[in-house]
């Protein structure tokens, strides 16, 4: 008997005014606003994901608009039309589920009864959930009372959908975007409940509850149902993990120091764990991206970087594109790992910005050397410049022992000048190399052993254009689209 009149948390819990609406602070602000001044539209729009109170506010709204002594934001909990319409007893308040009642003909009826005057409520309020489900010709059907409803008709409609909405029935609307919940609001919720349940839980727990919900109140009250009757009056972290497959916190961790240090060791131990424990990888995987966002956002913050966070942005997105593979593939420990390999690699690539700067700590501070660290790493000893800054070069002196690779292109200026004695070991050759995977483009310039030479006549420049290497020639004639004004002999004995 007991079990048949229980009601789950997420149907007790659910709130019974607005303040108690989680998360949801700007449209409980814009409908009471409307309320208070009269400005109450014939039709709105609750777009927002699963659990996040679309219909719960719906129902509130209806509430607040139909009471005895109303329209007002905050109702009684005494009054026997909000006790009705919450309960979903009101005969003018009309819930409909889009997903079962998306015909024309159904759309047909209640264009029809939507004519009549409400039995014993101000107004008559239609709340279609997943309203996005109707067909092309049922939303064609309701537009016209859309667009110019009786005085006593209101039009709540919800989804989680919103692009699959027609455009003539979003412009017809009020829309409210209603945000995922923060997970710090739901674990406060949870312990809320929890405490009025007389549930011992471990904050740890609740904290891997609210990263499971991915920001629906429903369905963090939901897992926490489940557990309730798992664990008892008692939950642990332990058993969230067990329950759901999901990996602890400190396994992460380790999995992200991994990743970073490109253990491919550890990386497989860790995974083999997961593998014989039955674990989510896909959810694992989520974590990890979880983790290394807020990596990066520390290191970002951080004045003393022990890792760029250039490296962590190229691991997110090796793991962002490896979801769908994970998720839907065949294997997915296989798939996973295949992940986290090319997370490994994705971090070890460097952008030439990084190079450059490795390059400038080794050179003194009082160096007359212009260096400018915001141009790929296609070739070495470069210097570009817009076009109307060739004059000047020209008039710029070049340091007796600089050689330099020189092109104009209208996007920006860098140049990188390297001198033969002074840092030839920390400039070496192989070591930007390197620093400079195989996603950067490399040219390897040809030995000569013949004296440098500067060339500015136009007829010789052409020809020596002819005589660069050809990748050399595309990048600068197709990416740069730059423009020669002089040719310089690189000798490779400086860069060595």
Request: hydrophobic content about 35%; glycine content about 4%; proline content about 4%.
């Amino acid at each position: 008997m007991k079990s048949d009149t229980y009601q789950v948390i997420a149907r007790r819990w659910r709130p019974k005014q607005f303040s108690e609406l989680i998360g949801q602070d700007h449209v409980v602000r814009t409908l009471g606003n409307a309320i208070e001044l009269g400005r109450i539209a014939h039709a709105y729009l609750f777009v927002g994901p699963r659990g996040t109170g679309k219909t719960t506010s719906a129902r509130l709204f209806a509430k607040s608009l139909n009471w005895e002594d109303g329209p007002s934001l905050e109702v009684p909990d005494d009054s026997e039309i909000g006790q009705a319409i919450m309960e979903g007893r009101c005969l003018d308040v009309i819930e409909i589920d889009g997903a079962s009642n998306n015909s024309v003909e159904q759309v047909r009826d209640l264009r029809d009864e939507c004519q009549y005057a409400p039995s014993q409520c101000r107004f008559k309020i239609y709340v279609i959930d997943e309203v996005h489900m109707l067909s092309q010709q049922a939303f064609n059907a309701l537009l016209k009372t859309l667009e110019e409803p009786p005085p006593h008709v209101k039009f709540v409609f919800a989804t989680t959908e919103s692009h699959k909405v027609l455009p003539t029935i979003v412009s017809r609307c009020q829309r409210f975007e209603f945000r995922s919940i923060s997970a710090p609001l739901i674990v406060q919720k949870l312990s809320e409940i929890c405490v009025a349940e007389g549930i011992e839980v471990e904050e740890e727990a609740l904290s891997a509850i609210a990263r499971m919900a991915m920001g629906g109140m429903r369905d963090a009250q939901s897992i926490l149902d489940q557990l309730i009757s798992f664990c008892g009056k008692t939950i642990k972290q332990g058993d969230v993990l067990e329950v759901y497959g999901l990996a602890a916190s400190e396994k992460i961790a380790q999995l992200e120091q991994a990743v970073l240090s490109g253990s491919y060791e550890q990386i497989l131990q860790i995974t083999d764990e997961f593998s014989h424990d039955g674990l989510d990888f896909y959810r694992a995987l989520l974590d990890l991206s979880e983790k290394f966002r807020a990596s990066l956002v520390d290191y970002l913050n951080s004045p003393q970087q022990s890792v760029a966070p250039e490296q962590i942005a190229r691991i997110l997105d090796e793991l962002r594109e490896g979801e769908a593979l994970v998720r839907s593939g065949l294997s997915e420990k296989a798939n996973f790992e295949v992940t986290l390999f090319r997370a490994v690699e994705a971090g070890k690539t460097r952008s030439i910005d990084h190079v450059i700067r490795r390059i400038s700590q080794v050179i003194p501070k009082d160096s007359k050397k212009k260096t400018n660290l915001n141009y790929p790493s296609n070739v070495l000893n470069t210097r570009v410049l817009s076009s109307d800054k060739t004059e000047d070069l020209k008039k710029e002196p070049l340091p007796a022992n600089v050689r330099e690779y020189t092109t104009v292109s209208s996007d920006s200026e860098t140049r990188i000048d390297l001198e033969p004695n002074q840092y030839s070991e920390q400039l070496s050759a192989t070591s930007l190399t390197d620093s400079i995977k195989t996603e950067d483009v490399q040219f390897i310039v040809p030995s000569n052993t013949e004296p440098p030479l500067r060339v500015t006549d136009p007829e010789k420049i052409l020809d020596r254009i002819q005589s660069l290497p050809v990748e050399v020639r595309e990048v600068i004639d197709e990416k740069f689209r730059g423009e020669y004004f002089a040719i310089e002999r690189i000798d490779r004995n400086i860069l060595i």
